[in-house]
């Protein structure tokens, strides 16, 4: 019950507006054999461009000894991040240089965390890592990547005796349209001058067919007729293509320039 309750709330430690995707593989850490357990965590591609902006890893593995330890994170394209490296080696303040000694992981890992887990090892705590935990690589190596795709965990035990096994791990995503597909959030380009947004709908411009006011895909009569029938409008107007408060030449010319299909 008490392990249940700690990932439940590290669950709702997750911000507003990120998904969870918790992974699959063999539940047993080889021990000591230099064999690896291998999780995968499968994130679904998103239904429009997106782009990390904070990745977190929740771990609930049980061992007796958590020194013997070290994670890595591979994101799909290759990019890795280690989690863990035998925390508390080469002394964690128990006897010999063996790592942190005490049992079991039930943590957050995340940039933000309230201490290193490399650093952290209680003495008479269960898990003796526990709660949001820093890794000892940054997360945000991961930042600016596409989220969807195959992501792996691999957890290796250095040393025999003590075995343990992955109960869970959950990759924590946050992310943001990136419409034009550069790495780097739409709003960031827009807050950054890189991109403009002239009708301040929050989509670079460069990203949308400025004359297809219906949204049928193409820029065609039936949008040409809309600047007609608003011209000289001054409010509400759907025919303000460019967002000048009038629906002028100016507009007239977005649609012949970007007449036909949009790309």
């Not at 911000?15 to 063999?26: I, K, L």
């Not at 080696?89 to 290193?116: R, Y």
């Not at 290796?156 to 109960?167: E, F, N, R, T």
């Amino acid at each position: 019950m008490m392990r249940m309750a700690s990932i439940a709330i590290l669950a709702l430690a997750a911000h507003a507006g990120a998904e969870m995707h918790c992974g699959s593989g063999p539940s047993a850490i080889p021990d000591g054999t230099g064999s690896v357990a291998n999780w995968m965590i499968d994130v679904p591609e998103p239904g429009e461009a997106q782009v990390i902006t904070s990745a977190r890893l929740m771990v609930d593995i049980t061992h007796p000894w958590v020194g013997d330890l070290s994670m890595v994170l591979t994101a799909p394209g290759g990019i890795s991040a280690m989690l863990l490296d035998r925390p508390g080696m080469p002394n964690g303040g128990w006897i010999g240089e063996w790592g942190c000694g005490g049992d079991d992981i039930v943590c957050m890992l995340d940039d933000a965390g309230t201490a290193a887990a490399e650093d952290t090892c209680s003495l008479d705590e269960v898990p003796v890592l526990g709660g949001n935990l820093q890794p000892k690589d940054e997360l945000a190596v991961f930042n600016g990547l596409v989220p969807g795709g195959s992501w792996q965990v691999m957890v290796l035990d250095h040393s025999p005796i003590d075995a343990g096994s992955i109960q869970q791990l959950c990759l924590v995503l946050e992310t943001a349209p990136d419409c034009n597909g550069n790495g780097v959030p739409d709003a960031d380009d827009i807050s950054g001058g890189s991109s403009e947004d002239e009708d301040g709908d929050g989509i670079p411009d460069e990203c949308q067919c400025a004359g297809d006011i219906d949204g049928n895909g193409s820029v065609d009569v039936s949008d040409l007729l809309t600047v007609i029938a608003d011209w000289g409008c001054t409010s509400g107007c759907a025919g303000d293509l460019d967002g000048s408060g009038v629906v002028d030449v100016t507009d007239l010319l977005a649609v012949i320039s970007s007449w036909g299909e949009c790309n």
